[in-house]
């Protein structure tokens, strides 16, 4: 039986990854910022709940405080917001997704990472969108990168923890729900919690789902900046 973290555990990939590890038979503390989900959560899973910001460092500190000896963290925890008109640059909406999706993390790795036993494994959620410059994803996009290059470093130069990143395509959640663009591909979330917790099962240094969509994303990585440009423009007009 594994002891496994969850951030962002309220609702998506991350509730989704709850009840698999609880229904596992796994000791799962789950966090995120709604009570009343986490409480209903605990009622359904069993799982256990810590309520908190995890955009305030201090509330990380308090919450994670008893924790010891985990085996597995998935940091899961984001958002996601979208600049629409990039000649009026919102730097307020920048500095919110930085925050949730980049800064926090760094303070979540900076507390937990002591409290992950060794030969444990942390799992990093990060986005495809990281793949490619994409339209109105300036702030998203930019944030899912920085987390992409974090995992792979700490894949590198971390002892004793084995480092998993997350590259999702759509998923069928409240955040994706929100869009009003065609979302080719999409997954439902039962899907991207099989993805995901294998990869982590297989201890594999990167995930991507699903493989028809992100390998078509690499595949456009590969070209020359000079003829994703146009292509980029085009959908960006819609």
């Known amino acids: 039986m594994k002891h496994v973290l969850i951030t962002g555990a309220t609702s998506g990939i ?27 959560l605990a009622q359904e899973s069993g ?3 810590k309520a908190f910001d995890l955009t305030k460092r201090e509330e990380i500190e308090r919450q994670f405080a008893d924790l010891d000896e985990l085996d597995l963290v998935i940091l899961n925890a984001g958002g996601c917001e979208y600049i629409d008109n990039p000649n009026d640059f919102d730097g307020h909406l920048f500095e919110r997704i930085m925050t949730i999706n980049v800064i926090s993390i760094g303070h979540c790795l900076d507390i937990i990472l002591p409290k992950i036993k060794r030969g444990g494994q942390l799992c990093i959620i990060s986005s495809s969108s990281s793949f490619l410059p994409l339209p109105r994803a300036e702030a998203y996009g930019a944030s899912k990168s920085a987390l992409s290059y974090l995992a792979r470093t700490l894949s590198v130069t971390l002892k004793g923890v084995d ?22 591909c999409i997954v439902s979330v039962e899907d991207a919690v099989g993805y995901i917790s294998e990869g982590i099962s297989k201890r594999k240094r990167e995930v991507h789902f699903p493989r028809r969509f992100t390998l078509f994303l690499k595949l456009l990585r590969l070209l020359p900046f000079s003829l994703w440009l146009p292509l980029a423009k085009r959908i960006a007009r819609g």
């Open 163 to 184: 480092v998993t990143v997350v590259h999702p395509g759509f998923v069928e959640t409240p955040l994706t729900d929100k869009n009003d663009f065609p979302m080719p």
């Open 47 to 49: 799982v256990k709940m």
């Open 14 to 40: 991350g509730k989704g990854l709850a009840r698999y590890y609880a229904n596992q038979g796994d000791t799962v503390t789950a966090c995120g910022r709604n009570t009343e989900i986490l409480s209903s």
